[in-house]
């Protein structure tokens, strides 16, 4: 039986989440953060939330356990080109000019922030190398940056290795070209090939402490500052555009906006911005 989180205990967890990670836990969530840390509780035999609460600020092992937790509270749902409109548009529209704009440099960057499991990021990669095919896409300097704070979801997109079931979005010119199909112990699965990978730098980060700069020309952030209140929200999107070029791009989620947020974007389509000229 999972054990009750009395309301002083939500409240010294919430604060603590939200300092280190900026995840916001309304009251509607108190009861799936009890079940997050009820596990946690118990794979490390604590007797109590209090119990375990003093074990995250005294943590011996440099913060281990509370990346743990974080790994466990995060929400890592994706699909490959989730949104479809937007890869869409990142085809037809906002790859078309980026790629007339640095027709002398040759150099893209995009950026997929929050990337879970991998599958954003290998989209935004096939749509990239299929554009840019007919420009010469081996004379182009691209690096893909992806992170996630869930450390987990990481090595699962590192590995780039997928179960028949979550290849089904794909389209299928896109899974021969771009995947191969796993034998022996890895039949029945997908693996993304080098023509992608190579590409994709793949790194750890935790939005509350920005400590590089990697200077975008697109910047997917999907359906991750739904788990921001708005002063988290601003320091994200200030973050954002101090990175971004000038003539970039940030694509949100579809149930995301700047409105209230920040007012130096344009909103040109599909919950995707461009910085005011």
Known sequence: MVPYLLEEEFELFRRLIRKHVGISFSSAKKFTLQRKL???LSRLGHKSYLEYYRYLLHDKEGGLELRQLINAITVGQT???RHIKQFE????VVLPQIVTQKKTTR??????AGCATGREVYSIAMVVDDMLKGEGSNTWDIKILATDIDTDA????YKGLYPRDCVQQVPSEYLRRYFKK???KDAGFYMVGKTLRKNILF????????EFSFKSDIIFCRNVMIYFDTEVKKKLIDNFFNVLDRDGFLCLGHAESLIGIDERFDLVGRSIYKIKK
């Not at 150099?107 to 997929?112: E, P």
């Open 38 to 40: 009820a596990s946690r």
């Open 154 to 157: 990481l090595k699962f997109a």
């Open 89 to 92: 548009l990142l085809a037809n």
């Open 203 to 210: 790194r750890r980060l935790n939005f509350m402490h920005f």
């Open 182 to 184: 796993g034998v022996g």
């Open 107 to 112: 150099k893209l960057r995009i950026w997929s």
């Open 79 to 81: 699909e490959f080109f």
